[in-house]
Structure formats: C-alpha cells, structure tokens
C-alpha cells in the first residue's frame, strides 16, 4: 500500500519524490476521478500552509465544476474568465498569485485564503480542468512551485484517454 515518505531533502528534491508517488498511484488505473482524488491527497500531504488543494473539471464549454479536492467546501461552478481558475483555464497558462485580494475578479471562497496558484490541465489543445491550490498566507507559491506543479499536472494528463 501507498506510504507517505518523508520530504527532507531539497524543496527540487522533495517535488520530484512527489512526481515519482504520484506516478506509482495513478499507473494503471484509468478512472480520472479517483486519479484525481489520490492527486489531490497527495499534494494536501506534501505541501506545508495550504488551505485547500483540488480541482476543477470542465463541465461544459467555458465552464469549470468542482472535482475531487482537499479543503474546506468550495465554490461549485466557475465560469472561464472569471476568478484565478477561471483564468487560468480561458488563457491555458498557470496563474501564480501573490496576493489574491489584488486579483481582479477574485472569487472568494475561503475568507482565509491570501495566495493562489492554478495550473491549467490541457489536453489536445482543450482545457479538461485546473489544479487549484490556496493558501492562508500572502506569497506561499513561487516558480519553483509553478515549475513542479506543472510537471505534476503532466503526468496525470499523460495517463487520462
């Protein structure tokens, strides 16, 4: 069975062993769903002040709905353009905030979030979804970050048909 490990090394170090657990849990198993609830489980143990990790599905054109996530319960239905993931999901590129009260359009779900970062999952050309990831404290994600997430989100788009 799947055993948490322990991350000591560098912050590099630490992404890549997450990218390796990461790979080991979703290989062979097709159903995105449960692949993206073992995704985000994953990443709600891994990283340190967070609020709240998950994702965001495409549901119908221009619209993204709540997939498998860790966190407080969150807002259900959000439309391309609008909010961080709305964002990131119509520009098909990752939206790292700093600051999510500066962020025009701002949807708030959790009064305690403060940074955010969302990474578009892209497959074929089409937005299939984001992974959305808060945090209570201003300036909690960085390219190093942005860097390893995006390679987290290649892998589970490498396994989706």
């Not at 080991?24 to 073992?38: H, S, T, V």
């Not at 439309?79 to 520009?91: D, E, L």
């Not at 939206?95 to 708030?108: S, T």
Request: hydrophobic fraction near 45%; proline fraction near 4%; glycine fraction near 6%.
């Amino acid at each position: 069975m799947f055993q948490v490990e322990h991350y000591n090394g560098t912050r590099e170090e630490n992404y890549e062993l997450v990218i390796k657990q990461l790979k080991a849990l979703i290989a062979d198993e097709p159903n995105m769903i449960a692949n993206l609830a073992n995704a985000s489980a994953l990443l709600n143990v891994f990283l340190k002040e967070i609020n709240w990790v998950g994702f965001y599905l495409t549901d119908e054109e221009n619209m993204l709905v709540l997939g498998p996530f860790n966190g407080l319960p969150a807002c259900v239905r959000i439309p391309f353009g609008r909010g961080v993931c709305g964002t990131a999901a119509s520009t098909k590129e990752t939206q790292l905030v700093e600051d999510v009260h500066q962020f025009p359009g701002h949807i708030a779900c959790d009064a305690a979030s403060q940074s955010e970062i969302v990474v578009p999952m892209v497959k074929n050309g089409k937005v299939i979804g984001v992974l959305d990831i808060d945090s209570p404290i201003k300036g909690r994600f960085d390219k190093v970050d942005q860097l390893y997430l995006e390679k987290f989100v290649e892998v589970i788009l490498a396994e989706i048909k």
